[in-house]
């Protein structure tokens, strides 16, 4: 019985997903919307800094502000 539900669900994820990729229409995205004024585009360092470093040092800073000002570390050391 377990085979069969399985399969079942198995069938309907895949209908599913088939059926989101027929309905979605990727060609509508080169036609351009009123009032569409797109500005100009980032160079590979820009985008490499916007994504990926800017998100690294914010996570490294929170981290670092969290170690600095944890509390329950000073507790253990002191007794």
């Known amino acids: 019985m377990d085979k069969k539900n399985a399969l079942r669900a198995g069938a309907v994820t895949a209908g599913t997903t088939l059926m989101m990729l027929l ?3 990727p060609a509508l995205a080169l036609t351009r919307d009123d009032g569409d ?3 100009p585009g980032l160079s ?3 985008t490499l ?3 990926v470093a800017l998100p690294i040092v914010l996570f490294l800073l929170i ?3 969290v170690i600095v000002t ?3 570390r000073k507790q253990q050391t002191e007794s």
């Open 23 to 25: 309905m979605t229409s």
């Open 37 to 39: 004024d797109p500005g």
């Open 44 to 46: 590979i360092a820009q």
């Open 49 to 51: 800094g916007l994504y």
């Open 63 to 65: 981290a670092g502000l």
């Open 70 to 72: 944890d509390k329950s």
